[in-house]
């Protein structure tokens, strides 16, 4: 099979202030971070770089309300999907 899945670990999950999101195999260049709720609405979208194999970023997350989202990395025109609960 096909192995150009990324592994994605967000953690802490549930997360209230901020969620730290690790990104194994999305490959380098510019990587789209959005968090999408329960309504399919693109709630937070930022533009970050992937420099290598592993992809590492920070996202502010007190501003939103609690429940779940998905979470849509997309990078080398694939996109992986991982999903984290906020309270």
Same mark, same amino acid.
């Given at each position: 099979g096909e @192995?150009?899945?990324? =592994?994605v670990e967000v953690y802490p999950n549930p997360a209230k202030d901020q969620v730290r999101i690790k990104a194994i195999g999305l490959g380098e260049g510019e +990587?789209? +971070?959005?968090?999408?709720d329960i309504l399919g609405r693109v709630v937070v979208e930022m533009k970050k770089t992937s420099s290598g194999a592993t992809f590492s =970023?920070?996202? %502010?997350?007190?501003?939103?309300p609690s429940?779940?989202? %998905?979470?849509?990395?997309?990078?080398?025109?694939? =996109? @992986?999907?991982?999903? +984290?609960?906020?309270?």
């Open positions: @192995h150009n899945q990324a =592994t +990587v789209t +971070v959005r968090f999408i =970023t920070s996202i %502010d997350t007190f501003s939103l429940g779940l989202y %998905d979470i849509q990395l997309n990078g080398s025109g694939k =996109t @992986h999907n991982s999903r +984290v609960l906020i309270f």
